[in-house]
């Protein structure tokens, strides 16, 4: 039989134990938007929620914006190659 964990308990990052804090499960703590046209939602958001960005070079998959918003980083912006016929969408992370 296999025991299982409460939804509720608490998670850390493994990698980095004594700097990490604890993070419920079942929380979504990421969120990117995968879109043909990343310099357009940058805009909208800035101008819809004040959102700035922290952009990174991610090689041969483009350049990857964080959004950054309350103080934190909690997702970015991904360019989706229009031609794949894919709509523009959000991706949510949840800690397990």
Known sequence: ???KTPLNSQVTDSAAPETAAALPRGRFVWHDLMTGDVEK???YYADLLGWTYIDA???SM???SMIHAGGT???GFMPLDPAHGIPPH???YVTV
Do not use: F, N, V
Request: charged share 20%; no cysteine.
């Open 1 to 3: 039989m296999t025991e």
């Open 41 to 43: 939602a940058k805009q």
């Open 57 to 59: 070079d991610m090689g």
């Open 62 to 64: 483009g350049l990857y």
């Open 73 to 75: 980083e909690w997702g």
């Open 90 to 92: 959000w991706i949510s």
